[in-house]
Each structure stands twice: as structure tokens, then as C-alpha cells.
Nanobody, 129 residues
Framework: QVQLVEFGGGLVQAGASLRLSCAASGDTFSTRAMGWFRQAPGKVREFVAAIHSKIYVTFYADSAKGRFTISRDNAKNTVYLEMSSLKSEDTAVYYC??????????????????????WGQGTQVTVSS
């Protein structure tokens, strides 16, 4: 079992930056990939970014490319999402996710909700325009 706790959400103005953190605990050695999803009011949950747990391979949704950066600190069992140039459409609850199930290939980064085994409780990010 892996437990995930997100930190860093809040209310910011458009154009600002924000960093989300996700602290993992439990059987963290088993994680193959970690990432972030988000869900805005009235919308489906969508993939944001993910990172392989052992090698530095990342994958981003088109909406995140160039503005968001995912990184990890394995010593701290923490994954980060640096968000810059925030827009009102980035307003959502952001969820940290982790996958322990073996990946399809060594370099594959899961990008759909069903491919992740564990979810955090979510942290609210609100961007005012």
C-alpha cells in the first residue's frame, strides 16, 4: 500500500506560479510511476503530468507543456509539480497518483486514470483572472 498526501494548493492570480508537492509513504519502493491529474468543476478528471520512478522520463498533457514541470526527490519520496503562467482554466482539484503495477515497458509512462493504483485526497488550486 502507498499513501499519498498533497501540499501546496491555494489561491493565486493569473500569471503566477505555484508548486505542488506530493509526499508518498508506505511501500514506496514498489512505485513505478507517479503523476498528477486534475478535475475542474463539472469536468472530467484529466491527466496533467507523470514521471517514471526509477529513470528520469516524463510525460505531459498538451495543456501542461511549457508551463508545468514535474520532478521527484526519491530520497524524500516526494513528487513536485511546478506550475507557472497559471491561467483561470488551470483551476481544479489536483490529485497525486502512483502506480505499483509493473509498467508495460521500461520507458512507458501511464497517462490514464485507470493505470494508477493509488490516489491522494487532492489539493485545490484556484487561479483568479
Amino acid at each position: 500500500q502507498v499513501q499519498l498526501v498533497e501540499f501546496g494548493g491555494g489561491l493565486v492570480q493569473a500569471g503566477a506560479s505555484l508548486r505542488l508537492s506530493c509526499a508518498a509513504s508506505g511501500d514506496t519502493f514498489s512505485t513505478r510511476a507517479m503523476g498528477w491529474f486534475r478535475q475542474a468543476p463539472g469536468k472530467v478528471r484529466e491527466f496533467v503530468a507523470a514521471i517514471h520512478s526509477k529513470i528520469y522520463v516524463t510525460f505531459y498533457a498538451d495543456s501542461a507543456k511549457g508551463r508545468f514541470t514535474i520532478s521527484r526527490d526519491n530520497a524524500k519520496n516526494t513528487v513536485y509539480l511546478e506550475m507557472s503562467s497559471l491561467k483561470s482554466e488551470d483551476t481544479a482539484v489536483y490529485y497525486c497518483v502512483a502506480r505499483s503495477t509493473p509498467l508495460l515497458t521500461d520507458y512507458y509512462i501511464p497517462r490514464t486514470a485507470t493505470e494508477y493504483d493509488y490516489w491522494g485526497q487532492g489539493t485545490q488550486v484556484t487561479v483568479s483572472s
